[in-house]
């Protein structure tokens, strides 16, 4: 597959670029794991480095910016037991805007 082509096939069907897909996920992943750590139990930076971002203060920002608030916010409240919805919804980023995650108009 050409790079075109994943170009292409990425803005048709996700509605953004294979980067912007990507960065969002690992942000999803990285949600889902400070979300079910037991407050004071995990290691901030340990944790966001497991996700692969070396730098905590563009982590902080580009998941400030997807999600509404503060990585540690998510950290500090306790985790949730019992989700019957946490796997399906593993990609899903609950927003007030989806156009500010890149989603064109029209699509979830």
């Known amino acids: 597959m050409t790079e075109w082509t994943l170009r292409s096939c990425c803005a048709e069907f996700l509605g953004m670029s294979p980067t912007r897909y990507v960065l969002l996920r690992r942000l999803s992943r990285a949600r889902v794991a400070l979300r079910d750590t037991v407050p004071g139990g995990a290691n901030l930076v340990e944790l966001v480095r497991g996700f692969g971002f070396a730098e905590l203060g563009r982590f902080e920002a580009a998941y400030l910016a997807a999600f ?24 899903c980023i609950a927003a007030s805007e989806p156009r500010s995650l890149g989603f064109k108009s029209g699509r979830a």
């Open 68 to 91: 509404g608030e503060p990585p540690l916010t998510t950290l500090q409240r306790a985790p949730e037991r019992g989700s019957s919805t946490r796997k399906i919804r593993y990609f």
